[in-house]
Antibody
Framework: QLHLQESGPGLVKPSETLSLTCTVSGGSISSNTYFWGWIRQPPGKGPEWIGSFSYNGDTYYNPSLKSRVTTSVEMSKDQFSLNLSSVTAADTAVYYC???????????????WGQGTMVAVSS | SSELTQDPAVSVALGQPVRITCQGDSLTAYYATWYQQKPGQAPVLVIYGKNNRPSGIPDRFSGSSSGNTASLTITGAQAEDEADYFCSSRDSSGHRLGVVFGGGTKLTVL
């Protein structure tokens, strides 16, 4: 059973960089069948996709966040990470990592999610 | 990116059918994906592709699409179906990794 777990600070100061890691267990990141992503959800609001990557190195970020987002992968540890720079209170949210699947032309979907981690931006 | 619009709230009597809709330009090209989220929990995938249910999702959940509108239908809503429902699709770029979410519909089962 694949399991994803987010980890990182629960509190980040404004203007600093938010850094989270997702650890995958019960399976491997090294798959061409799936992709991996980050999604956040501000309190009381809908989810917002942050960015995704696939094993072949393809990476794609939400255009509205692209200038502040970087992601990295450590295949040997089945971990991937998110860095979001210059955070403000608007970045306060529950952050999820998830596994994605897609068809060649028609759809994509996140089929397994981590439990999420709350990150507050406050001084 | 693009936008997906959902009604904020829908209610249904126990055992009755209910349709939750999602509108957006990207839906003329791509299928909607539907998620169920209960308070304090991560979203759960319920419908993907034309009308596919992951293992463990009851067959009372189904998906359909017409033009720029996708629908999630629950035939015979149960008390445990009370939750927030979010749609998503590929974003307007069409990139296979790009995703856009709707704002969500809160379903109340009366």
């Amino acid at each position: 059973q694949l399991h994803l777990q987010e980890s990182g600070p629960g509190l980040v100061k404004p203007s600093e960089t938010l850094s989270l890691t997702c650890t995958v267990s019960g399976g491997s990141i090294s798959s061409n069948t799936y992709f991996w992503g980050w999604i956040r959800q501000p309190p009381g609001k809908g989810p917002e996709w942050i960015g995704s990557f696939s094993y072949n190195g393809d990476t794609y970020y939400n255009p509205s966040l692209k200038s502040r987002v970087t992601t990295s992968v450590e295949m040997s540890k089945d971990q991937f990470s998110l860095n979001l720079s210059s955070v403000t209170a608007a970045d306060t949210a529950v952050y999820y990592c998830a596994r994605g699947a897609y068809s060649s032309n028609w759809w994509n979907a996140f089929d397994i999610w981590g439990q999420g981690t709350m990150v507050a931006v406050s001084s | 990116s693009s936008e997906l619009t959902q009604d904020p709230a829908v209610s249904v009597a126990l055992g009755q059918p209910v349709r939750i809709t999602c509108q957006g330009d990207s839906l003329t090209a791509y299928y909607a994906t539907w998620y169920q989220q209960k308070p304090g929990q991560a979203p759960v995938l319920v419908i993907y592709g034309k009308n596919n249910r992951p293992s463990g999702i009851p067959d009372r959940f189904s998906g359909s699409s017409s033009g720029n509108t996708a629908s999630l239908t629950i035939t015979g809503a149960q008390a445990e179906d009370e939750a927030d429902y979010f749609c998503s699709s590929r974003d307007s770029s069409g990139h296979r990794l790009g995703v856009v979410f709707g704002g969500g519909t809160k379903l109340t089962v009366l």
